[in-house]
């Protein structure tokens, strides 16, 4: 991914996050989303995300502050005054309810970024796509599939487009990666080349290796 990034330009300055306030079982959960934060700060993108500072987005948020980067917080007023989830690194804002907290941050964010958890996180992320399916937004969408985990959500939305239930260009409203180098450069190719003509993997892959691209 290296000739990846070299050719693109950082034009990425605001990112919002969805992800668990658990850690999950799996210790590689842990070590990508830092090495996420780490990058993030790297590459001088700021972050906005649900508020709290447990959990896989906790962690991420946690590594950006005190990295010397910004963090951003919109956390619903229901779970605030019950406090579960811990103070907000830099910035908090108490929005009323789920809804608005991804209403703020897409005014915000030119890409999003959905690490792995559970039901709220598929909340989040089928808003997203449900609202840019609408043409309410048209920010990149990037699962990072640790170890594999959304694998069988994938598959699952593939069989529902040939099963047609869900239309292609629903579909690929979305990308997912597995790597944090190849999330990041896969959102700012997705910015700078929107359209269904774009090929991320001609791009970084000239010369047509036979490399994935998981759409």
């Known amino acids: 991914m290296e000739r990846t990034s070299r050719a693109l330009c950082y034009t990425i300055r605001f990112i919002g996050l969805l992800g668990s306030h658990a850690l999950g079982s799996n210790p590689r959960f842990m070590a990508t989303v830092v090495a996420l934060?780490?990058?993030?700060?790297r590459r001088k993108i700021r972050l906005t995300c649900?508020?709290?500072?447990?959990?896989?987005?906790?962690?991420?948020?946690?590594?950006?502050?005190?990295?010397?980067?910004?963090?951003r917080g919109f956390i619903p007023g229901y779970?605030?005054?019950?406090?579960?989830?811990?103070?907000?690194?830099?910035v908090k804002y108490t929005i009323s309810s789920?809804?608005?907290?991804?209403?703020?941050?897409?005014h915000i964010v030119e890409?999003?970024?959905?690490?792995?958890?559970?039901?709220?996180?598929m909340e989040g992320l089928f808003t997203?796509?449900?609202?840019?399916?609408?043409?309410?937004?048209s920010k990149p969408i990037d699962l990072l599939s640790i170890h594999g985990y959304f694998n069988n959500l994938?598959?699952?939305?593939?069989?529902?487009?040939?099963?047609?239930?869900?239309?292609?260009?629903?579909?690929?409203?979305?990308?997912?990666?597995?790597?944090?180098?190849?999330?990041?450069?896969?959102?700012?190719?997705?910015k700078a080349f929107p359209g269904p003509g774009a090929n991320y993997d001609e791009f970084a892959n000239p010369g047509g290796l036979d490399l994935e691209l998981h759409l």
């Open 111 to 121: 890409a999003f970024n959905v690490l792995p958890g559970g039901i709220d996180t």
């Open 37 to 41: 934060g780490r990058e993030l700060v």
């Open 154 to 190: 994938i598959k699952f939305l593939d069989d529902a487009v040939r099963q047609n239930f869900m239309a292609l260009n629903q579909r690929k409203l979305f990308i997912s990666s597995f790597s944090v180098d190849e999330l990041l450069d896969k959102l700012e190719f997705a």
């Open 50 to 71: 649900g508020g709290g500072n447990v959990g896989l987005q906790g962690v991420v948020a946690s590594t950006v502050y005190n990295n010397g980067g910004r963090v």
């Open 79 to 90: 779970i605030a005054t019950r406090q579960v989830y811990g103070s907000t690194y830099c």
């Open 98 to 106: 789920n809804y608005y907290k991804y209403f703020e941050m897409n």
């Open 128 to 137: 997203l796509i449900s609202w840019e399916s609408k043409g309410l937004h």
